[in-house]
């Protein structure tokens, strides 16, 4: 997936074809009550009625624009069919749909949650800023567009254009991707020396990672202006969604609650930036990035490899979420094939039951290195069947990876066990689904679950099956030689900051 100096430039902003009228509609509404949790009104000029939960109130607008005109309010919510909920992405049949309520009174509730009266400064246009929206049309089960076009743009409108006409110019950019690169080519356009960036990515993990590798350069000095770097806004639309939902752990743990994506949108327009923590990868010469192919590579299976495509040499890598090697990289790599990637978040599912089923023991050394000293310490035996470092606390909203990890402490840890088998995986994964317990197993043959923080992880394969030679950052593959590997450490570089919910600071 890296691209060289030669490729096409960054794809030009774009109205994404739609026309650029005036914002949704908003709903007359009069009587508005908040009661047991739900919020109830009728429409004015009619005798019908409307219902709401609170989690699905995204904020409120206070609209008032004189002091001579009565106070108006615009209640924002959005609506999801339960086909269409995140947590359930596999069916993406019914849209979400965006309710916008105009009414001059409101419950008192209302006026203590987040109660917008001027747009946000990182949404503004200014000769200091600017906003640009990407939308990766192929995150996930492809949502990413319709959401940006029903609720998206027309909050963006609303809020930043309430008198907004077809021949306004809109207050931000829009660049819609057009294959797997057009994310890394808009991420070399970003320059330290430019305006404050505000980038609202409708995508998912891998969004961020060719974030993170399109841009020129990674240095201290862009760090030293940390307060000029690009501010990432996460609107969760992939698959798994890892630093989405480990950032918002704090707020999203409640049951039933707000979904992702209304946490997603409350924290675009009331978030709070914050330094986006990140890892360095790297790898021995001779690696290579590698993605979906017709043909095998190294003794791979033609109808499902991954094969080396042009110009992917890679040293190194920075990501934000998780580096791995054995069967997770395994399952991401196997999963990524169209066939697998129509089946949403059920794909790493369907590959992790045929790799169980074999249960290859991963030959390869393993090394940490810790607070405690400067050496490398040896982790485990020469065979390996889950090797993982991670950044993030969950991998999925309801899997936790590791416990001990809070959003943006900037840790790593390691969660490392031998080739126990099928029974004993499977058995760790479901304690990974239940809150983090794998971290507590420990089996009657002196087998168990590693878990510990860690400063530098160094894993070298001596596999000689090339099938069995994958790494994975953040949901990228890179193969390396036989003999090769891979070394993990935490960066103080800085190069994105990201929007988070304030009470996630109060967290800490």
Request: proline share 7%.
């Amino acid at each position: 997936m890296f691209v060289n100096s030669s490729d096409p430039p960054a794809p030009a902003p774009q109205d994404d074809s739609l026309s650029a009228g005036s914002p949704s509609a908003t709903l007359q509404a009069e009587n508005v009550q908040l009661q047991d949790g739900n919020l109830t009104w009728t429409y004015v000029n009619d005798d019908s009625s409307g219902q709401a939960t609170i989690d699905q109130v995204l904020f409120t607008i206070h609209a008032t624009r004189s002091a001579t005109q009565a106070d108006k309010y615009i209640i924002c919510c959005l609506r999801e069919d339960a086909a269409d909920n995140p947590d359930n992405p596999d069916n993406p049949a019914q849209p979400t749909s965006l309710l916008l309520l105009t009414t001059h009174a409101i419950p008192d509730e209302l006026l203590s949650a987040p109660l917008l009266s001027h747009p946000p400064p990182h949404l503004q246009k200014t000769p200091h800023n600017e906003v640009d929206v990407v939308v990766s049309t192929k995150s996930g089960v492809g949502r990413a567009r319709p959401f940006w076009q029903d609720v998206v743009r027309p909050l963006l409108q609303v809020i930043l254009q309430p008198g907004h006409t077809a021949t306004g110019q809109q207050p931000w950019n829009t660049i819609i991707t057009q294959d797997a690169q057009s994310v890394r080519r808009y991420a070399r356009s970003l320059h330290p020396s430019g305006p404050s960036k505000t980038i609202i990515l409708i995508g998912g993990d891998g969004g961020v990672v060719d974030l993170l590798n399109g841009r020129e350069s990674n240095t201290d000095e862009e760090a030293a202006r940390a307060a000029n770097l690009p501010l990432l806004a996460l609107l969760p639309l992939g698959t798994a969604n890892a630093l989405f939902h480990s950032l918002h752990k704090p707020v999203g743990s409640r049951s039933p609650g707000p979904t992702p994506l209304v946490l997603a949108l409350r924290t675009l327009f009331t978030g709070t930036p914050a330094r986006l923590p990140l890892f360095k990868a790297s790898f021995t010469p001779g690696s290579h990035i590698v993605s979906h192919a017709s043909t095998a590579d190294d003794g791979s299976n033609p109808e499902t490899c991954l094969g080396p495509r042009k110009d992917t040499a890679v040293s190194h890598l920075y990501g934000a979420v998780v580096a791995s090697y054995a069967l997770h990289a395994s399952i991401i790599r196997e999963s990524d094939t169209p066939e697998y990637r129509v089946h949403g978040s059920k794909r790493f599912g369907m590959a992790a039951q045929q790799l169980l089923r074999e249960s290859h023991p991963y030959r390869a050394s393993v090394e940490v290195m810790t607070s405690s000293g400067p050496e490398y310490r040896r982790v485990g035996r020469d065979t390996h069947g889950y090797v993982l470092v991670s950044m993030v606390s969950n991998l999925e909203r309801t899997f936790t990876i590791s416990p001990g990890t809070r959003p943006l402490d900037g840790k790593l840890h390691l969660v490392q066990f031998g080739p126990v088998g099928e029974k004993k995986t499977v058995e760790a994964m479901m304690g990974a689904y239940d809150g983090g317990k794998h971290t507590l197993l420990e089996w009657e043959d002196g087998e168990k679950v590693r878990y510990e923080e860690v400063k530098r992880v160094r894993v070298v394969t001596q596999e000689e099956d090339g099938r069995w030679r994958k790494f994975c950052v953040d949901g990228t593959i890179v193969h390396v030689e036989r003999g090769g590997g891979m070394v993990v450490e935490a960066v103080e570089d800085a190069a994105f900051r990201v929007l988070v919910d304030e009470r996630v600071l109060l967290h800490g």
